[in-house]
């Protein structure tokens, strides 16, 4: 029989809300999953929020004081949504109460505090993920597949990028991202990070890297507090200043000798999902794009004269998680279902008890490739990746 876990989800905004969401999804498309997970209560500042969420996804309770939420008995799982620069205090608390975490990446504001936050959770006995749910993508874990069996022969290069025009427009309200005080970083930490997730699941450690960045729009409209998401736009009334940076791009050199480029940016004009990589071995390459999701270009050196180039695949039933959302070749799953395999996953691995993958490990290894970027930004040199704290 399956094991009942208890959830408590921590800000309902549009990132609490796909949380639950995709709670409720977990015993509909994993039938046999070890763990069912049960709404047990939501928080958010906004009383209003927190009821409409209670109604909507049926948790037991509400409530604003995110503390009931850690303290409730029947609460065995916690997720933190809420903007960076609560992260810390709302996740140690969660560990000295001995639930397990699911916390929003990058985690921290700043590298520091991300690596900080991962040792709090590893001196505890709880188990942890992060949210890199863009690894789920069926034809990304095929990718990685591919890779790990030797089939693109010794890696040469990985270019990656995270290209959205979300605040292309600079009338985008300047929203708690904007903020150095509640976000931290700028797109490093919300783009970036996803970047560099991506390259060392699929190539592996990076050992160093030279890095640049970017503030293009000085300046946003102020938001209304409680509405709107970074996607919003507001025309007129008083401006506020952009704190952090727009645009980060990286030469990079993994471990294994490869060598690369990162890019992220978020005011990118035309760019709507551009998270992408291509990686080239000595013996194949692979190309995805985030706008064509379900799909991988793959090439192999061996194939035949006349069907030289890349060979497109589609994502099927063959492909992890594929089946649990649909039985056909080639009809895509959404990002609300990615979601949903992180909720899966995290629960497996709790009821599995062994370490839940990203975790706060891997949080902290992305960390240390941002601090060497924030580095470089200063020396104007290469930096290695080394440990914090």
């Keep these: 029989m399956a094991q009942e876990l208890g959830i408590g989800v921590i800000g309902m905004g549009w990132m609490g809300d796909l949380h639950a969401r995709s709670y409720l999804q977990v015993p509909v498309r994993f039938p046999d999953a070890a763990a069912v997970p049960k709404l047990v209560i939501c928080a958010d500042e906004f009383a209003a929020r927190a009821e409409r969420a209670q109604r909507a996804y049926g948790f037991a309770e509400h409530t604003t004081d995110w503390r009931e939420v850690v303290d409730h008995p029947a609460v065995h799982v916690v997720n933190v949504t809420t903007p960076n620069h609560l992260h810390r205090e709302m996740v140690a608390a969660v560990a000295a109460a001995g639930k397990h975490i699911l916390c929003e990446k990058p985690v921290g504001r700043y590298p520091e505090e991300t690596v900080e936050i991962a040792a709090i959770v590893a001196r505890s006995a709880v188990n942890s993920h992060v949210g890199y749910n863009y690894r789920w993508i069926p034809v990304v874990q095929l990718a990685r597949q591919l890779i790990e069996r030797g089939e693109l022969g010794d890696i040469t290069h990985y270019r990656g990028q995270f290209l959205e025009g979300y605040a292309a427009n600079p009338n985008a309200m300047l929203t708690w991202r904007f903020k150095k005080d509640i976000a931290g970083t700028g797109v490093l930490g919300d783009m970036m990070s996803h970047s560099i997730d ?27 507090p409680g509405e709107g998401t970074h996607f919003s736009v507001s025309e007129g009334g008083p401006r506020g200043p952009v704190e952090n940076e727009d645009y980060v791009g990286a030469l990079v050199q993994f471990a294994n000798g490869a060598r690369g480029t990162l890019e992220s940016c978020r005011i990118v004009m035309g760019e709507k999902f551009g998270l992408t990589f291509q990686t080239n071995g000595t013996a194949g390459a692979l190309h995805w794009h985030g706008e064509r999701m379900s799909e991988l270009e793959v090439y192999r050196m061996e194939d035949e004269a006349e069907r030289d180039g890349f060979t497109r695949i589609l994502t099927g039933p063959r492909l992890p998680h594929h089946a649990a959302f649909t039985p056909a070749d080639a009809l895509p799953i959404s990002y609300d279902d990615l979601k949903t395999i992180e909720m899966y996953e995290f629960l497996e691995a709790i009821t599995a008890g062994r370490p839940s993958v990203p975790g706060m490990a891997e949080a902290a290894a992305v960390a240390e490739v941002s601090a060497a970027m924030r580095r470089s930004w200063e020396s104007g040199a290469w930096e290695d990746v080394v440990p914090l704290g």
């Design 198 to 224: 991506m390259a060392h699941m699929l190539i592996g450690p990076i050992e160093r890297v030279v890095s640049q960045q970017e503030t293009f729009t000085d300046t946003r409209p102020l938001p209304v």
